[in-house]
């Protein structure tokens, strides 16, 4: 789960990471009234869930009160164009007016979950204030790694030796290194799947600082953190992909035509492989779950015809507490009651599968039965052409 850049300051100022003064605002008026009680200049920053910003116009200085209300005008409503957000854009709905500060370097620090090593690892660079995706490419000898002792925070002479290999002055390296076990603390007590600062600046008197945060949160540990939860910005999301979590089904929209519909996970992402192998393109990632009933494949049939893009469907399960016959009526009532007139192919292995076949050879509808996943997935490309 994403949440904004002020919430996730927010969080860590909890655990002592050193963030600048700033307030939410939701309009002008809350804007302005933001930054005459911070006092002279402040940076207007939109709230949306994509890096680039700046660069789209969504982050600028304001000298004064009067001036931080202009801009508010300009930013609040605009539609934001980033390199994460596509070309459709986001529209800001809300920003954080904050303080300006003395920098006089900007570094980077990260955590992340690295699967490979199968554990959760800090990183730190001089390289601030640019995509850490561009220094990795270019300079990887300049991100310094530190593996996190599950459960325990960034020791202290971890924290020092990345500070002293950030090229940090002495007199600040207690101060660095304080803030980033700090933000180690806030990683792991919430549950975090990522936590960036970028940049993490050094002021001109020797203060670091949080400058910019970024935190998603583990979707699988939300469970335990029902306050969090309410930081979650609906706006923000895909309307198709918040539908279907309220439906308990697994739902990623794609940029392709060819929607699939698959139990498990591991099958979902072998469908989107072997469909891009047949020289397809899937629209999405859907797992409607081991255990889905018909109510649940009918709603998986609305979404994914919600998606105007969409020339044809694969459905493809392997029938083990989802029966075949269940998936069978499933998929009969939801095209009887959606009025389905897109292309639908059907591979099904598992329990019931004759039975399945047979619900489906006899119904009303012509669905196309496959032989095996490459006989779907040549079978639904040629549909969707």
Same mark, same amino acid.
Not at 55 to 71: H, L, S
């Given at each position: 789960?994403?949440?904004? %850049?002020?919430?996730?300051?927010?969080?860590?100022?909890?655990?002592? *990471?050193?963030?600048?003064?700033?307030?939410?605002?939701? #309009?002008?008026?809350?804007?302005? &009234?933001? &930054?005459?009680?911070?006092?002279?200049?402040?940076?207007?920053?939109?709230?949306?869930?994509?890096?680039?910003?700046?660069?789209?116009?969504?982050?600028?200085?304001?000298?004064?009160?009067?001036?931080?209300? %202009?801009?508010?005008? #300009?930013?609040?409503? /605009? #539609?934001?164009? =980033?390199?994460? =957000?596509?070309?459709?854009?986001? *529209?800001?709905?809300?920003?954080?007016?904050? $303080? =300006?500060?003395?920098?006089?370097? $900007?570094?980077?620090?990260?955590?992340?979950?690295?699967?490979?090593?199968?554990? @959760? *690892?800090?990183?730190?660079?001089?390289?601030?204030?640019? $995509?850490?995706?561009?220094?990795?490419?270019? #300079?990887?000898?300049?991100?310094?790694? %530190?593996?996190?002792?599950?459960?325990?925070?960034?020791?202290?002479?971890?924290?020092?030796?990345? +500070?002293?290999?950030?090229?940090?002055?002495? =007199? @600040?390296?207690?101060? +660095?290194?304080?803030? /980033?076990?700090?933000? @180690?603390?806030?990683?792991?007590?919430?549950?975090?799947?990522l936590a960036e600062i970028n940049p993490f600046i050094l002021t001109k008197d020797g203060k670091v600082f949080a400058l910019d945060a970024k935190v998603n949160l583990d979707d699988n540990a939300m469970y335990r953190h029902k306050d969090l939860l309410e930081l979650r910005d609906l706006n923000e999301e895909d309307p198709l992909e918040v539908e279907a979590s309220r439906f308990g089904l697994n739902y990623i929209k794609l940029e392709g035509n060819i929607a699939c519909m698959v139990n498990g996970a591991g099958l979902a992402m072998a469908t989107m492989d072997i469909i891009k192998y047949a020289g397809g393109q899937p629209a999405n990632f859907l797992d409607v779950g081991g255990g889905a009933n018909a109510e649940q494949i009918k709603n998986a049939f609305r979404i994914l015809l919600s998606d105007a893009s969409v020339k044809a469907l694969l459905i493809n399960i392997f029938g083990g507490i989802l029966r075949c016959d269940t998936l069978a009526n499933g998929v009969l009532a939801a095209a009887r009651e959606l009025g389905i007139k897109i292309p639908i192919v059907v591979r099904m292995e598992g329990t019931n599968v004759e039975l399945g076949r047979k619900i489906l050879a006899e119904s009303e509808f012509n669905f196309t039965v496959a032989d095996g996943m490459k006989d779907a997935a040549e079978k639904v490309v040629g549909l969707a052409k």
């Open positions: 789960m994403k949440i904004h %850049e002020y919430q996730a300051k927010a969080i860590l100022a909890k655990f002592d *990471v050193p963030v600048p003064r700033g307030e939410v605002a939701y #309009t002008v008026e809350e804007a302005e &009234a933001a &930054a005459k009680k911070i006092g002279g200049s402040v940076v207007i920053k939109a709230q949306i869930h994509a890096g680039g910003r700046g660069k789209g116009g969504g982050v600028k200085i304001a000298k004064d009160a009067n001036e931080a209300a %202009e801009i508010a005008k #300009t930013i609040l409503g /605009m #539609t934001l164009i =980033t390199h994460q =957000t596509g070309p459709e854009g986001r *529209v800001v709905q809300r920003l954080l007016v904050e $303080e =300006t500060l003395p920098i006089e370097r $900007e570094l980077y620090l990260g955590i992340v979950l690295d699967r490979d090593r199968g554990e @959760s *690892v800090f990183m730190a660079s001089k390289e601030g204030g640019v $995509e850490i995706e561009e220094v990795a490419a270019k #300079t990887p000898e300049l991100i310094l790694k %530190e593996a996190l002792i599950p459960g325990q925070p960034l020791q202290p002479f971890q924290a020092r030796k990345l +500070a002293f290999g950030m090229g940090i002055p002495a =007199t @600040s390296v207690n101060a +660095a290194a304080a803030a /980033m076990i700090a933000l @180690s603390k806030a990683y792991d007590a919430i549950d975090g799947s």
